[in-house]
């Protein structure tokens, strides 16, 4: 139980509690709003009619005649069908955690190397019966979860937790996180300068990348063909997180710079791989090459590293790039303007 003094406080952390099972729509934000002013303007006719304000008893009893706060984000959430309104957000959390935070782990790690341990050497099937077993196990484990779901809406149990469900036990508010947080901001912008200067030595301090093989390593011509479109980019680095703290209100802004950061990443990944490889020769472009003719297979290593990095750089920045635009669109549909529909509060 909170020791709070404020019986407010009552309040906020019920709709924390709401918004934890609300569905991640895009009118969350907006359903949770009209959540909070119907609320408020419930206590705020009782202080009226009572001409004091309200202790915690009062906050907790006007609270507990709303509902259990999974019971009110069932109300305010879409329809369903097999599983109804009220149970239906426990069991998204519970299908969620089964499914993709234990068996798809559970799989990953232990069926499937145990799989290609037994496998013989044929790698190939073993993760195919990897992926069939996991498949059989999700849709298996889906099927149980809904069924128990199934049997617990029609036999009414829900109808317990609006009982013994105590407004005084919800657990305390906790601290919003900015949406940038301003020590990582300052550690950004620290890291892509640092990255900018050592760009602009590398022409004159070969060193600072190759190190003692700069005695017999030097750089092929396609470096310096790449050099501009990096050091333009490491200027961008350089503007995102400075605009993040020069305008801090812009909500918008850092994950839209993330987005555009990686687009141009890849593009100049894309470039690099393209220029590095398609040659009229059928040859590829070596990244360095041997000063003499002494250091030529230790030039054909390092390009072949070099390459390989590139690769998976390039995969890397693709799944990075996916994972923005997500968060990007999260932020631009969160920011919509709040609708007009009315969210009522009182149990039906």
Not at 144 to 161: C, D, M, N
Not at 304 to 317: F, K
Request: charged letters at 15%; hydrophobic letters at 55%.
């Amino acid at each position: 139980m909170s020791t709070t003094r404020n019986p407010l406080e009552l309040v906020d952390r019920y709709l924390q509690a709401v918004r934890f099972w609300l569905p991640k729509t895009a009118r969350q934000n907006d359903l949770f709003a009209e959540l909070g002013e119907d609320l408020r303007s419930q206590i705020e006719a009782r202080e009226s009619e009572l001409s004091r304000p309200l202790d915690q008893a009062e906050v907790s009893a006007i609270l507990k005649h709303c509902g259990a706060p999974m019971v009110v984000a069932a109300r305010l959430g879409p329809r369903r069908y097999l599983v109804g309104p009220t149970l239906y957000p426990i069991y998204m959390f519970v299908l969620k955690m089964v499914l993709l935070w234990i068996m798809v782990p559970v799989f990953i790690f232990i069926v499937g190397p145990t799989n290609v341990a037994s496998s013989n050497g044929d790698f190939g099937a073993a993760v195919l019966n990897t992926i069939g077993d996991l498949w059989s196990g999700l849709f298996i484990a889906a099927g149980v979860i809904t069924l128990v779901f199934a049997i617990l809406e029609r036999t009414h149990t829900i109808a317990q937790v609006e009982c013994k469900w105590d407004p005084m036990k919800l657990p305390p508010v906790r601290k919003e996180e900015r949406k940038s947080s301003l020590v990582t901001t300052v550690c950004q912008l620290a890291f892509a300068w640092f990255g900018l200067m050592w760009l602009l030595l590398l022409p004159h301090y070969p060193v600072l990348i190759l190190g003692p093989a700069a005695a017999f390593l030097k750089a092929a011509p396609i470096v310096y063909t790449i050099y501009v479109p990096l050091v333009l980019l490491a200027v961008v680095a350089i503007l995102r997180p400075a605009i993040i703290l020069a305008r801090t209100d812009w909500s918008w802004f850092p994950p839209l710079a993330e987005l555009v950061q990686s687009v141009l990443g890849l593009a100049l990944l894309n470039f690099v791989l393209s220029a590095a490889i398609r040659t009229q020769g059928g040859d590829w472009h070596p990244f360095v090459v041997a000063a003499t003719t002494q250091f030529a297979k230790v030039a054909t290593i390092v390009n072949a590293s070099i390459l390989i990095s590139l690769y998976c750089a390039w995969l890397g920045l693709c799944i990075a790039l996916l994972v923005h635009i997500w968060q990007f669109i999260r932020a631009v549909r969160t920011g919509t303007p709040r609708s007009q529909q009315p969210a009522s509060l009182q149990a039906h």
